[in-house]
C-alpha cells in the first residue's frame, strides 16, 4: 500500500519552497493519491483565510508595537549607556518573556542519538529542503526512536529535536500544543542568535518531555536567508495557537519571504 504525502511535504508544495521538478513529481504524486489533491486543496485555502484575518503586516506591525513598549519599559529603568539611543531589550525583560514560551513543556540534557543515518522519507529528494526529524528517547539500552509525521505521543515522552537547514543560514524553531501554549525551541532564548548549521541534523542542545495538553504538538521550523526576528515567529505562533483547531496545519501568519515546514505528534492519553 502506497504511503500518503506527509504533512511536511504537502506544506511545501502548498508554499512552493521545493526545486520545480520536485515539486511537480510531488504534485503528481498528489494526483494519484485518493485525496491527495483535495487535501492540498484544504491547506491552500486555510492558508488564504488564516492570511486574510492575520496579515503579515499587521502580526509584525503588532510585534514591533510590543517590542517598542517593552524598550521603553527597560530604558526607564536604566540610564541610557555611552550617549546611545537605542535601547535593546534587557535581561530582565528578555528572561521574563523566556520563562513564558517555555511554561509548556520541561527542557532536558539532550539524549545521544545514533550514529548511524537513518531513513527519511524522500530525504534524497530533496536535500535542499529544510525539515525537522523528532526522536523519542528509549529506555534502558534501547537507542532513541525516530518518529514519523502524525506519531502518537504521550504526557512524559522526552523528544529530541534536530533539524537539516536545506541551505537556509537562519531559522528558528517554535512549537504549538493542543491547549495553545507556545514553546520556543531555537534559539534558547527570544534575543538568542537565529544562525544554522549546514550540512548533517543537527540537535537542539536540549531534549523537550511532553506535558499533558491534549490533543497535538506542532513543532514548527521558520526559516531565513537573513537573520530572523525570533519575536515576530513567537507572536505569529500566538496568533495561531489562539485557534488550536486551526493550529495541526495551517502555517504560521508570516511573509511568504520565510519558509516553513513543521511535524506534528498526536498526544494520546
Known amino acids: 500500500m502506497a504511503l500518503s504525502t506527509p504533512d511536511w511535504l504537502l506544506e511545501r508544495v502548498a508554499l512552493g519552497e521545493l526545486p520545480s521538478d520536485v515539486l511537480a513529481d510531488a504534485r503528481a504524486r498528489l494526483e494519484r493519491e485518493p485525496d491527495g489533491a483535495a487535501r492540498l486543496a484544504r491547506l491552500e485555502e486555510d ?5 486574510e484575518r492575520h496579515p503579515p503586516a499587521a502580526v509584525a506591525a503588532e510585534v514591533e508595537r510590543r517590542r517598542a513598549s517593552l524598550a521603553r519599559m527597560e530604558a526607564a529603568r536604566r540610564p541610557a549607556l555611552d550617549g546611545r539611543r537605542d535601547v535593546s531589550l534587557g535581561v530582565p525583560v528578555a528572561a521574563s518573556l523566556v520563562l513564558f514560551f517555555l511554561s509548556a513543556g520541561h527542557y532536558l540534557a539532550a539524549p545521544t542519538l545514533p550514529s548511524s543515518p537513518l531513513a527519511w522519507a524522500d ?8 525539515m525537522l526529524r523528532v526522536h523519542r528517547q528509549g529506555t534502558g539500552e534501547s537507542e532513541p526512536e525516530l518518529l514519523a509525521d502524525r506519531a502518537r505521543a504521550r504526557r512524559g515522552d522526552v523528544l529530541q529535536l534536530s533539524y537539516v537547514s536545506g541551505g537556509r543560514p537562519y531559522g528558528v524553531v517554535v512549537s504549538v500544543d493542543g491547549r495553545g501554549a507556545v ?28 506535558d499533558d ?14 537573520p530572523l526576528d525570533v519575536a515576530l515567529v513567537i507572536e505569529a505562533a500566538r496568533v495561531l495557537a489562539r485557534q488550536p483547531s486551526e493550529a495541526r496545519l495551517r502555517p504560521l501568519p508570516l511573509p511568504d519571504t520565510l519558509a516553513q515546514t513543521s511535524f506534528t505528534l498526536e498526544k494520546v492519553p
Open 47 to 51: 492558508s488564504r483565510r488564516t492570511l
Open 123 to 130: 530525504t534524497e529528494r530533496i536535500k535542499g529542503t529544510p
Open 183 to 210: 514553546t520556543l525551541h531555537h534559539p534558547a532564548t527570544v534575543t538568542g542568535s537565529t544562525a544554522l548549521t549546514s550540512g548533517e541534523p543537527v540537535s537542539l542542545a536540549h531534549a523537550y518531555e511532553l
Open 213 to 226: 495538553a491534549p490533543g497535538f504538538e506542532r513543532f514548527v521550523f521558520v526559516t531565513s536567508r537573513q
